[in-house]
Structures are given as structure tokens and as C-alpha cells.
């Protein structure tokens, strides 16, 4: 019997994994100028200090990482599954690439490219969403913190209710604060809290190993 054609392997959308193509590229762009207060209030939490060695999980258009770059002295990672991303965010970061002191590289979460104990905080900013395991992703992310380290998640959607009808159109896993709270907790991490903006349908959650 032949299969349904809906049955075959879904396209990532350009929220997923921006493409190279035009759309692509203007979503990147999209995603630097509309979360940078979100990257702010993320960082607000992450305690990174000159010395701090940071990695940015889903590193998109690359203007976080440009943020954490000016808050600490020390090396910088960032790993995305998207190639245009990747290509993005050196393009963006580029003094700091060819220094040396970014190291940008295309990968999963759910195996990074970088040795255990490594960071002492990681970001995910509007990511979590599409890990394919959120626990596996977590789980890794605690692997490269160093004891004490600290891991800071920041969404724009703060549940389900609060995507709409883009959870259902991009395919999004919204976990509320709750559920992220737990999963850190499973994937490893000592401490876990969530908390929501005051005036915005945002989480962020911070957790420790």
C-alpha cells in the first residue's frame, strides 16, 4: 500500500532552522532586532561576569551572543543546527571569530561540541522549543557547565496558550514553567527556578549544577 504523503519527513520552518534562502536570511535578521529585550532580561540572570566562559545554545542571528561578548573577557561558544545561523552569527561577531575568542560551530544540543565542565553559564533563548529531546538537551547542557555553573532559558512564550496558534503553525513544544523546572531537575541540574516577566507573556528559568 503506498504511504500517505503526510506521513513523510516534516520541512523545518525558517523559525526552526532559518535557511539560506532569502526568507531565511530576513528571519535571522527579524530575530536580532525583536528579542533583543528578551536577551536582555535573559542575561539579567546569568551572573556573567569578565572571566565568565559562556555558550549560547541556538545561537540564531548571532545578537546575543554579540550582548554576551561585551559582558565577559573570556571565551565564547555558540552552536546552532542551522548552517545560515552559524554563518550569521560569525558575520556578525566577526572581530571576536577571527580572534579567536568566539568559537561559533554548526551542531545539536543533544551532543555539543564542547568539552564537559567547560562553561560557567549557558543561554538558550527561544530555542527550547524545537529540541527534538528536552531533557537530552538539558542533560547536555549541564554536562558543559563546570560546578556552579549555571544555565539560563529565555522564551517569549511563557506556555502553550500564551504561542497561540503559532505552536500548532511552526510545530513548537511550548513547556511552561513547570515543566522546564522539572526536566532540569531530570536532565541533572541541583537547583531550578522559573519566573514570568511582569509585564510580558515571557519565562525565563535559571538552573544549576
Known amino acids: 500500500m503506498?504511504?500517505?504523503?503526510?506521513?513523510?519527513?516534516?520541512?523545518?520552518s525558517d523559525f526552526e532552522r532559518p535557511s539560506s534562502s532569502l526568507s531565511g536570511r530576513l528571519t535571522l535578521r527579524m530575530m536580532n532586532v525583536g528579542h533583543s529585550r528578551l536577551h536582555r532580561w535573559g542575561l539579567e540572570a546569568a551572573g556573567i561576569g569578565h572571566s565568565?566562559?559562556?555558550?549560547?545554545?541556538?545561537?540564531?542571528?548571532?545578537?546575543?551572543?554579540?550582548r554576551i561578548l561585551r559582558l565577559t573577557r573570556a571565551e565564547v561558544g555558540a552552536v546552532d543546527h542551522s548552517p545560515a545561523a552559524v554563518e550569521s552569527t560569525r558575520r556578525l561577531n566577526a572581530a571576536a571569530a577571527a580572534s579567536g575568542r568566539l568559537r561559533v560551530v554548526e551542531g545539536s544540543v543533544e551532543a555539543l561540541p564542547f568539552r564537559s565542565g567547560y562553561f560557567d553559564v549557558v543561554t538558550a533563548f527561544e530555542t527550547v522549543y524545537f529540541w527534538p529531546d528536552l531533557v537530552a538537551g538539558l542533560r547536555?547542557?549541564?554536562?558543559?557547565l563546570a560546578p556552579g555553573g549555571r544555565l539560563v532559558v529565555a522564551?517569549?512564550?511563557?506556555?502553550?496558550?500564551?504561542?497561540?496558534?503559532?505552536a500548532d503553525r511552526l510545530a513548537m513544544n511550548v513547556p511552561d514553567g513547570d515543566e522546564l523546572v522539572?526536566?532540569?531537575?531530570?536532565?541533572?541540574?541541583?537547583r531550578a527556578s522559573a519566573q514570568r516577566h511582569p509585564r510580558r507573556p515571557w519565562l525565563r528559568v535559571v538552573a544549576e549544577v
Open 2 to 12: 503506498a504511504a500517505d504523503a503526510s506521513s513523510g519527513p516534516r520541512t523545518p
Open 155 to 166: 522564551d517569549e512564550c511563557a506556555d502553550r496558550q500564551a504561542a497561540g496558534a503559532w
Open 182 to 190: 522539572s526536566s532540569c531537575r531530570a536532565a541533572g541540574f541541583a
Open 52 to 66: 565568565s566562559r559562556v555558550l549560547d545554545v541556538g545561537c540564531g542571528g548571532g545578537a546575543a551572543v554579540r
Open 140 to 144: 547536555e547542557t549541564a554536562r558543559v
